[in-house]
Structure formats: structure tokens, C-alpha cells
């Protein structure tokens, strides 16, 4: 089973930044969608950012002009940059990587990591 591994969450107070990374298998990194995933205490999972192997980038609403999402193929990585964080913006994060590889579909996840916001 491919698992995706994240890192990059912790503490911080409100107004402050974090970058989150995200790691995939070299095999799948560049053919695939990625995404970044949130669910907050209480709340259903939602998507706060993605971007396609080529193409232009999607955001939530409610993280336009703080967040960024990037990629870097030739380090397999993901990236989240998180700025002017808010304490709405605690959650679990999540990554995804998803496509089409020799005719099999595949969705593979990270296990998550934590971002608390202080106010």
C-alpha cells in the first residue's frame, strides 16, 4: 500500500506562517493530481488546496491569498505555504495523489498532520 508522508503542522499563533510537505513515491509524483485536504474537529473533510501534474491551481474560498500550494516533481514533494493563519485554520492536514497509472486508477493518502492556530 503507497502511502503519502507529510510533515511541516504544529503550534502556532495566530497571524503566524507554516509550510507543509508531502512526499510521494517518484513513480507517481509527476503524473499525478495532488491535493491538500483539512478536517477540523466536528467538521467533514474539505478541500483547501490542489493542483494538477500541469495546469493551474484550485483554492478554497476561505484560504485564497494566504495559502499556496506547490510542487517540486524532481523532489517528489507537495508543498503548502500558510501565511496570516487564523485559528479557524486548526485542523488535521492531509495530502493526496491521485491518477491513472497504466490503466489502474489509484487515490493514495498521508496519515496527516496536525496544525493548531492559537489566538
Known amino acids: 500500500q503507497v502511502q503519502l508522508v507529510e510533515s511541516g503542522g504544529g503550534l502556532v499563533q495566530a497571524g503566524g506562517s507554516l509550510r507543509l510537505s508531502c512526499v510521494a513515491p517518484?513513480?507517481?509524483?509527476?503524473?499525478?493530481?495532488m491535493g491538500w485536504y483539512r478536517r477540523a474537529p466536528g467538521k467533514q473533510r474539505e478541500l483547501v488546496a490542489a493542483?494538477?501534474?500541469?495546469?493551474?491551481?484550485v483554492y478554497a474560498d476561505s484560504v485564497k491569498g494566504r495559502f499556496t500550494i506547490s510542487r517540486d516533481n524532481a523532489k517528489n514533494t507537495l508543498y503548502l505555504q500558510m501565511n496570516s493563519l487564523k485559528p479557524e485554520d486548526t485542523a488535521v492536514y492531509s495530502c493526496?495523489?491521485?491518477?491513472?497509472?497504466?490503466?489502474?486508477?489509484?487515490?493514495?493518502w498521508g496519515q496527516g498532520t496536525q496544525v493548531t492556530v492559537s489566538s
Open positions: 517518484g513513480s507517481i509524483f509527476s503524473i499525478s493530481a
Open positions: 493542483i494538477p501534474s500541469g495546469g493551474s491551481t
Open positions: 493526496d495523489a491521485h491518477g491513472t497509472l497504466w490503466g489502474v486508477s489509484y487515490d493514495y
